[in-house]
């Protein structure tokens, strides 16, 4: 990635065009995620600001990932309509294939290979420049990854459409002139994870929206979960190959000092 100043007349799709990207929104979530914080922006551009752009690899990437997005899309559409053209069985095929009783496949999901969003994540609307933390509100339950300790961790909700900082959550709304984000949820969460409930409320993953009523679109900009390391991982480390790569640790007795030593605290 790369920095970019925008010169004057300059918009997010002429740039985007310039670059190889498909569109303004691919350009701005790309600036979004990997450039600093701070330097969040929504639908408007202006001369003199400094974009984090992709290379060219990455652009050759990016354009991949959605090919191949739309290539299955176009997979599943065909699949459907083959399986249309195909619905003429008769009774006695179709009463002989009851018969064996064999295990259905599970269909697969939209969610498939997602995680669940924890209230420590982070929120991005398509009209604003600031990203909040969630607020769960529905239940002090379920917690991902946690013993119950902090509510950074509970699971956030289809009925969760609170953010904190409460007030402005957003920034400055591009459809109210630049004016400060008066957020107010258009009903629940959708694309919400329809076989995990917490007291009758769906989980949300990373690829779950909310509608703004003022017209943005609430996305999922981090789920919040973050690998850590156990004593467990420790213990089945090849110690040949740590050798290897880390010869100045010696893995059998860093463990016993670990089992030993209860200042180092591993879940």
Request: some cysteine; charged content about 30%.
């Amino acid at each position: 990635m790369k920095e970019y100043k925008v010169k004057k007349g300059e918009t997010l799709s002429s740039i985007a065009r310039d670059i190889g990207l498909p569109d303004a929104y691919t350009l701005k979530t790309f600036h979004n995620f990997n450039g600093p914080i701070e330097k969040g922006i929504g639908n408007d551009i202006r001369e003199g600001m400094i974009l984090t752009i992709p290379d060219a690899h990455e652009v050759a990437k990016i354009n991949g990932e959605m090919e191949s997005k739309r290539a299955k899309n176009a997979d599943k559409l065909n699949a459907k309509e083959i399986s249309g053209n195909n619905k003429t069985e008769s009774n006695e095929d179709q009463h002989e294939k009851e018969n064996k009783n064999e295990p259905k496949e599970k269909a697969p999901s939209e969610h498939d290979g997602k995680l669940f969003v924890i209230q420590k994540g982070k929120a991005i609307c398509d009209k604003g420049a600031k990203f909040p933390q969630f607020k769960v509100t529905s239940h002090k339950k379920h917690y991902i990854n946690d013993d119950g300790s902090s509510d950074d961790y509970l699971a956030v909700t289809q009925n969760d459409v609170q953010f904190n900082p409460p007030a402005v959550p957003f920034g400055n709304c591009s459809l109210q002139n630049g004016q400060s984000c008066t957020f107010s949820p258009a009903g629940k969460w959708q694309k919400f994870y329809q076989n995990v409930k917490v007291m009758d409320n769906a989980l949300i993953t990373e690829i779950s929206e909310l509608q703004c009523t003022i017209g943005g679109k609430i996305k999922v900009m981090d789920h919040g979960q973050r690998e850590e390391l156990t004593k467990q991982n420790f213990k089945n480390a090849d110690r040949n190959f740590h050798s290897y790569i880390n010869p100045l640790v010696d893995l059998r007795s860093f463990i016993d000092e670990m089992e030993n030593d209860s200042t180092i605290d591993f879940e």
